[in-house]
């Protein structure tokens, strides 16, 4: 086992050694959780986090402090003199955030978009968050889109949203955080007397010379416009034209049945009258859903909303992709699970 090294003396700075100046938080409690686990899987799953980013933010840990704190074998997990002396040192930086935390947290609640009131995903999220925290207030707001949300997350008027990360503009992106949450079958709504309503399922190539409105126009989402851009890119599928802008419910289904177009939407889509919905196959497209929210954000709400997602992204297996499943390229980087 090495040696143990005194931890620096907060009061008593070495002008001769470039020691850290911050240390994040989430490391600290990546260390506390392996250190009482003894069992870097065991501790993962206490995390919501994959064991390869536990070890990676244990790893950095070490590098920051420039000790090592653990001793790895096939067999076991152990702390070292360091590691040791490590926890009390960790548990009070620890137990202090979560005070100052819990003071400002009763301030005000976490406004959390959930795009739409029928979203499934983001709905369920939420409702799980609040399952898991109840003393905690988290409170649904509806932005139809996330380029709409994001200017209010930037703004510090909303504090999460849900969305297609990766079709945001990179400016946007900049101040922005996500986690990827589920991968969301395509679907269309069709007037019931369309030619493809009577089909279960319909192939992406029997849409050829169709006319598909795909939100064009609509400043809130041009991230939804730009996934049907690339869906349809080469299969002879035009996009239908920007429509005025409804605002509502009864005013979006109005201007949908006066236009008569197919409308692309998710499988989750709520029902309109005199339509059907139908999901897409051959390939089975899917819209990425990510939980998205302003970078630096403190808030144990949203450490909640995070663990929500990551619980029933695993249970619910929203993040395994079809065989046959479609994204676009732009986006697989960003649908990789992270920690």
Known sequence: MPAPRPLPDPHRADPHRAGPHHLDPRLLRAFLTVADELHFTRAAARLYVAQQALSRDVRRLERELGAELFVRTTRQVTLTGDGERLVPYARRALDAQDALLAAFAQARPLLVDLNFPDHAAPRAVLLRARELAPDLELMAR??????????????????????????????????????????????????????????????????????????????????????ARQLFEGRGIDIAPPAPLAIGEEEFQRIMAKARNPVLAIVDFPAMPATVLRPLVDPVPLSPLSLVWRKGLVHPALDVLRRAATELSVEQGWLRRPLDGWIPATDVHDMHPRD
């Open 142 to 227: 509806y932005e139809s889109g996330l380029t709409g949300a994001a200017g209010e997350l930037l703004a510090g008027r909303l504090d999460a949203s849900f969305g297609r990360f990766a079709g945001l503009d990179p400016a946007l992106r900049a101040g922005l955080d996500h986690q990827p949450v589920r991968y969301e079958p395509m679907a269309l709504v069709l007037p019931e007397d369309h030619r493809l309503a009577s089909l279960e399922r319909v192939p992406l190539a029997a849409l050829e010379g169709e006319t598909v409105y795909a939100g064009a126009g609509n400043p809130r989402t041009p991230e939804w416009t730009d996934l």
